[in-house]
Structure formats: structure tokens, C-alpha cells
């Protein structure tokens, strides 16, 4: 049986190796061999739709990239701030000003925000996890991105007058992801007055009251997606099930499913050996709520 005929990558529709251009991930589209393969391909990666969403955590891998693509050893060092700053200047050209998520390292700072809402005004969302933010500035870059989401920041933005800053100039702000060690009712008061009309709210691996979780399901009429899982004592109650039922979507599953249980609001704090699963709290309407629908 005679082969079929084969077919250069080259050939492969614009559209579809954009498509994989947009799975491929900024390290590789930075590096330079993708676009150095052949001119379809370099057309498809300088494509603006790969460009939309860039992820720039990964900080080591974004260095080592743009090592391998660099002449040598000689090659001029720079300082992380500049370099970053470097390559959000080429993701907005490449994606002509409209990327619409941005997810930036631990030393990002107000600098870059800054520049994302100069040049990406329509961003949707950000992800800015630096702990050392100026408000002033926060708040400049935000009155810019009139067309922002969703935002995840650290607890230090946390703050009653900058989240209202948020409400009052983004009016399509509905999704906050919050990087936070301890949440209580105080903080989560101010979550909920500030930003009344969320709909997603993620604040994983906190140490989180109870008061806390109930003022959310209490407050966030609009609510319908609460993660709240990875945390290190529980405060899941019957009564906090019940109020959640409304919600497409309640994810909590860390110590609480596996029954490691270090607190337990019937008995108290630390009167439970970790070792074993807790015999006092976890009624039907746990077993029920982790079964799903019917």
C-alpha cells in the first residue's frame, strides 16, 4: 500500500498555527524558534491573537529562553526590572495593544501596571502578586483599565478605598483572586462593601474564619463562585453548606474531605488529634454536599 503523500508543517492553515502559536506559551514565542523556523511560522507567532494572554510567572523559564536565543555568553545582562519591562514593550506591540490577561512575577511593580494600562487599555485581567505597592500609583494604573474584570493581588491592596476605587472606575469588575494569609470577618467586610457585585472570589491556601466565609455568602448577593480551599484549619459548618447551596460553584476540598482536621468550631481549637478524621462535625449534609446533585 503506497504511502500517502506527506506535507511540510509549513503548509498548515494561518489560523490553525496561530492556534498552536496561542498554546505554545511566551518562553518558547520569545525564544525565537518558532519564528525562526520558516515564514509561515513566523508570520503565525507574530500573529496578535498568541499574544492576548501572556503568562510571565514562570521568570526562570522566561530568562533561559531568551538566553538560548542570545548570542552567547557576552551578551549584555540586565537588570530584572528593565527586562520585564522589556518584554511587556514586545508583547504590547505584538498584540497591537489588546492583550486581555496579563500574569506578571513576584517582582512586578506599580512601573509595569503603569505601562499595561498606557499601551493595553482594554486589559480584562491582571495578576500582580508583589506585596509592596504604592496605592497612589495602584490607583492611577486603575483609573486607566476601564475595561478590567478581574484583578488577583496580594492582601495588601486590601484596603476599603483602593477596592472602591476599583468598583467606581471599572464597572464591569466582577472576579478577585486574593493572596492572604489570615481572613477575618474585618477583611472580609471590606471586600464585600467595596466590591458589592462580585461574582468570583478566590482567596486559596488562607487561614480563614468562619464569620468570615458567612459574611461572604451573606454579603456577595451576586456571588457564584467561592474557592476557599487549601487552607489549614477549618471553619466549615452546617450552616456555612447551607448558605453556599446557591453557588454554581464552592470548592473548599483540602483538609476538610481528607479529614486532617487541626481545629474544629464544635470542639474548639486543637482539641483533635490530626491523625484522625473528625467524629463530632461532619454530619449528613457534608456527605451530601460532596456527592453533588442528584
Same mark, same amino acid.
Given at each position: 500500500?503506497?504511502?500517502?503523500?506527506?506535507?511540510?508543517?509549513?503548509?498548515?492553515?494561518?489560523?490553525?498555527l496561530?492556534?498552536?502559536?496561542?498554546?505554545?506559551?511566551?518562553?518558547?514565542?520569545?525564544?525565537?524558534?518558532?519564528? @525562526?523556523?520558516?515564514?509561515?511560522?513566523?508570520?503565525?507567532? @507574530?500573529?496578535?491573537?498568541?499574544?492576548?494572554?501572556?503568562?510571565?510567572?514562570?521568570?526562570?523559564?522566561?530568562?533561559?529562553?531568551?538566553?538560548?536565543?542570545?548570542?552567547?555568553?557576552?551578551?549584555?545582562?540586565?537588570? $530584572?526590572?528593565?527586562?520585564?519591562?522589556?518584554?511587556?514593550?514586545?508583547?504590547?506591540?505584538?498584540?497591537?495593544?489588546?492583550?486581555?490577561?496579563?500574569? /506578571?512575577?513576584?517582582?512586578?511593580?506599580?512601573?509595569?501596571?503603569? %505601562?499595561?494600562?498606557?499601551?493595553?487599555?482594554?486589559?480584562?485581567?491582571f495578576?500582580l502578586?508583589?506585596?509592596?505597592?504604592?496605592?497612589?500609583l495602584?490607583?492611577?494604573?486603575?483609573?486607566? =483599565?476601564?475595561?478590567?474584570?478581574?484583578?488577583? $493581588?496580594?492582601?495588601?491592596?486590601?484596603?476599603?478605598? $483602593?477596592?472602591?476605587?476599583?468598583?467606581?472606575?471599572?464597572?464591569?469588575?466582577?472576579? =478577585?483572586?486574593?493572596?492572604?494569609?489570615?481572613?477575618?470577618?474585618?477583611?472580609?467586610?471590606?471586600?464585600?462593601?467595596?466590591?458589592?457585585?462580585?461574582?468570583?472570589?478566590?482567596?486559596?491556601?488562607?487561614?480563614?474564619?468562619?464569620?468570615?466565609?458567612?459574611? %461572604?455568602?451573606?454579603?456577595?448577593?451576586?456571588?457564584?463562585?467561592?474557592?476557599?480551599?487549601?487552607?489549614?484549619?477549618?471553619?466549615?459548618?452546617?450552616?456555612?453548606?447551607?448558605?453556599?447551596?446557591? /453557588?454554581?460553584?464552592?470548592?473548599?476540598?483540602?483538609?476538610?474531605?481528607?479529614?486532617?482536621?487541626?481545629?474544629?468550631?464544635?470542639?474548639?481549637?486543637?482539641?483533635?488529634?490530626?491523625?484522625e478524621?473528625?467524629?463530632?462535625?461532619?454530619?449528613?449534609k457534608?456527605m451530601?454536599?460532596?456527592?453533588g446533585?442528584?
Amino acid at each position: 500500500m503506497a504511502m500517502p503523500p506527506s506535507r511540510s508543517w509549513a503548509e498548515l492553515q494561518h489560523d490553525l498555527l496561530v492556534a498552536i502559536m496561542a498554546r505554545v506559551g511566551v518562553p518558547d514565542l520569545l525564544s525565537g524558534g518558532a519564528s @525562526r523556523a520558516c515564514s509561515s511560522w513566523r508570520a503565525a507567532a @507574530r500573529d496578535p491573537l498568541p499574544w492576548r494572554r501572556v503568562d510571565l510567572r514562570d521568570w526562570a523559564a522566561l530568562t533561559s529562553a531568551r538566553r538560548a536565543a542570545g548570542p552567547g555568553p557576552s551578551r549584555t545582562r540586565v537588570p $530584572v526590572h528593565a527586562a520585564l519591562a522589556g518584554i511587556l514593550e514586545i508583547a504590547a506591540t505584538l498584540a497591537e495593544g489588546r492583550i486581555e490577561a496579563v500574569l /506578571l512575577p513576584e517582582f512586578a511593580d506599580e512601573d509595569h501596571l503603569l %505601562f499595561l494600562a498606557e499601551r493595553c487599555p482594554n486589559l480584562h485581567y491582571f495578576s500582580l502578586p508583589s506585596t509592596c505597592m504604592t496605592y497612589d500609583l495602584f490607583c492611577k494604573a486603575i483609573g486607566e =483599565l476601564r475595561s478590567l474584570k478581574g484583578m488577583a $493581588v496580594d492582601e495588601s491592596l486590601i484596603n476599603y478605598d $483602593v477596592l472602591l476605587h476599583v468598583n467606581q472606575s471599572c464597572p464591569e469588575f466582577v472576579e =478577585l483572586k486574593v493572596s492572604a494569609l489570615y481572613v477575618d470577618e474585618e477583611m472580609a467586610s471590606v471586600i464585600c462593601n467595596s466590591l458589592p457585585q462580585l461574582k468570583k472570589l478566590e482567596i486559596p491556601r488562607s487561614d480563614m474564619s468562619s464569620a468570615a466565609i458567612i459574611k %461572604f455568602l451573606d454579603c456577595l448577593e451576586e456571588l457564584e463562585y467561592l474557592d476557599i480551599s487549601g487552607y489549614e484549619t477549618s471553619a466549615i459548618s452546617s450552616t456555612v453548606l447551607e448558605k453556599a447551596l446557591r /453557588l454554581k460553584v464552592f470548592l473548599w476540598n483540602s483538609k476538610v474531605e481528607l479529614g486532617e482536621f487541626m481545629d474544629c468550631s464544635s470542639c474548639g481549637e486543637h482539641n483533635i488529634d490530626p491523625r484522625e478524621p473528625c467524629k463530632c462535625m461532619m454530619d449528613h449534609k457534608v456527605m451530601d454536599w460532596l456527592a453533588g446533585p442528584s
